[in-house]
């Protein structure tokens, strides 16, 4: 692939390529959505990419929330990656066991932590896999290193802020969540929750930003799905999904299309559709 940038996506060539230089870092990031029975952690020890650390999405988050692995403090951030020997100096690529979805969050939250060299490997471990390239079952061997952390607080909203958006028609909110769950005729995969989405929002499923193999679009195929949805690109974008995990994706295909106003809502539909006093909106409107 052509476009490889370490600050956004990269191919298995490109990490194959630099997979023993000193100052790289691998982290697995895979999240399985509620109702999965599958293991993270288990599927990351018995196979990974060598010298990979396993990034735990719901332990590096905030435990004070009753949300869903809602961003962590900077503190327990730093201490999480110093303990898996990740900080400054190195560059870091995060991949799941699925292909593209998970890897994408974990690269948001480095990038909100002020962070800037850390990319998604396309395709994932299943891409990496399918090409025989090396795998290995063994811890990796950590040496602690301090991480220097600027937050960028302009990159994450909460409800409030996404009420005034959905209000006022400043940003355009991007829902990365089925057509189906958009709408409100599909179910939410956790109990409780209103069908619908956030009233001004358009449905962007981040499955049309990906191929059939799980790797990110083109830029020029992902502008076209962007300009299909309706997205007014002059306006800055706010992205929600299910529990602030897809939305990521969103946000990574926005930076390979060049727009760097984009931020996250982190509580997303589990917050805002477990609220009888937020405004729901179905169908396509």
């Known amino acids: 692939m ?38 993270a952690k288990s599927a990351f020890e ?15 988050s905030d435990h004070r929330s009753e949300l869903p692995h809602m961003v962590p403090p900077v503190e327990k951030f730093m201490s999480r990656l110093r303990a898996m020997g990740v900080g400054d100096g190195h560059q870091v690529v995060v991949y799941d066991q699925i292909g593209l979805m998970s890897a994408a969050r974990v690269w948001w939250l480095f990038k909100l932590m002020g962070q800037e060299n850390i990319a998604v490997l396309d395709g994932g471990l299943p891409k990496w896999m399918a090409e025989e390239r090396p795998i290995e079952d063994l811890p990796p061997i950590v040496r602690d290193r301090h991480m220097t952390v600027r937050r960028q607080n302009q990159m994450v909203k909460d409800v409030t802020q996404v009420s005034s958006a959905s209000k006022l028609g400043d940003y355009e909110i991007l829902d990365a ?20 989405h956030i009233p001004g929002s358009k449905s962007v499923p981040f499955t049309e930003l990906l191929t059939k193999n799980n790797t990110m679009k083109a830029p020029d195929a992902l502008r076209e799905v962007f300009a299909a949805a309706g997205v007014d690109m002059s306006k800055p974008v706010i992205t929600s999904c299910g529990s602030g995990i897809t939305a990521a994706i969103i946000n990574l295909a926005l930076e390979r299309v060049g727009k760097t106003d984009h931020a996250l809502y982190d509580g997303s539909w589990t917050e805002w559709g477990a609220y009888p006093t937020m405004p729901v909106a179905t169908g396509d409107a």
């Open 177 to 196: 969540r089925s057509a189906g769950r958009f709408r409100g005729e599909a179910p939410e995969p956790r109990e409780g929750l209103r069908g619908g």
């Open 46 to 60: 018995a196979a990974h990419v060598p010298n990979a650390r396993f990034f735990d999405i719901d332990d590096i």
């Open 2 to 39: 052509a476009n490889d940038d370490p600050k956004t996506l990269v191919s298995t060539d490109w990490l194959g390529a630099h997979l023993k230089d000193p100052d790289l870092r691998v982290l697995d990031g895979t999240w399985f959505m509620p109702g999965d029975e599958r293991d």
